[in-house]
C-alpha cells in the first residue's frame, strides 16, 4: 500500500484482513512523506513500512524514486498496489510494472471532481450528492475503470471538514469490500467496463 498521509484507509483495509474479511495481506507500506501516519499505523501493526524520498518534482516521482518504490514493492512480492491517500500521480515505468493493479479510492463519484479536493471541488459546485469511487489506475488522472462506488449526501451547512468526514466513513466501507472482492477474483474487467460489485 501507497499513501501521504493519515492512513485512515490503510487502518480500515488492515483492520478488514485482521478481521478475515480480506484473503490477503498488507506486504509493505510506502510513503513519499516520511512522518505520515500511514507509515506510524503500519509500523503499531507489525507491517513493513518505508519512506522514499520523491524527488525534485511536486506532484510526481522522479526516475530515481521511481525505481526505487517499484523495487520495493517487488522485493516485498506486492501482487497488487492499493493507494490509500497516495498523493503523487503515477505513470510511465510504475503503471507498466504493475499493469491493471494498481488501485485507488478518490474522494468523489467520478468521472465528477478529479484530481485534489474532491469534497471541496463537490461542495463548491453544489452537488447535492457526492461520495467515493475505488478505480483501475491508468495513465490519466482519477480515470481508470472504476470498480465499485458509494454515495454520500451533502448536507445544509456542510463544511469542507464535514463533508470530507462522511466521504471518509464511505471510503472506509467501500474499499475494503472492493479489495476483497478483487483478490477473491469475483471483478471481471473488461476495458472501461467491469462487473461483479455492486451495493
Ligand atoms: C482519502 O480521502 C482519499 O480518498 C484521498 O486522500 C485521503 C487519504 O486519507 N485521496 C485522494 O484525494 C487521491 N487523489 P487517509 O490517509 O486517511 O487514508
Known sequence: MLGSGKGSNFVAIAEAIAAGRIPARVSVVVSDVPDAGILKHAADRGIPSRHIAPGAFRTKLDEAAEAAFIAALREARADWVL???????????????????????????????????????????????????????????????????????????DTAETLHARIQDAERALYPEVVAALVRGEIRVRGRLTTGFSR
Not at 98 to 127: C, M, T
Request: charged share 15%; aromatic share 8%.
Open 83 to 157: 493507494l490509500a491517500g497516495f498523493m503523487r500521480i503515477l505513470k510511465g515505468e510504475f503503471l507498466r510494472a504493475y499493469e491493471g493493479r494498481v488501485i485507488n479510492i478518490h474522494p468523489s463519484l467520478l468521472p465528477s471532481f478529479p484530481g485534489l479536493a474532491a469534497w471541496k471541488q463537490a461542495l463548491d459546485y453544489g452537488v447535492k450528492v457526492t461520495g467515493c469511487t475505488v478505480h483501475l489506475v491508468d495513465q490519466g488522472v482519477d480515470t481508470g475503470a472504476i470498480l465499485g462506488q458509494q454515495a454520500v449526501p451533502v448536507r445544509d451547512g
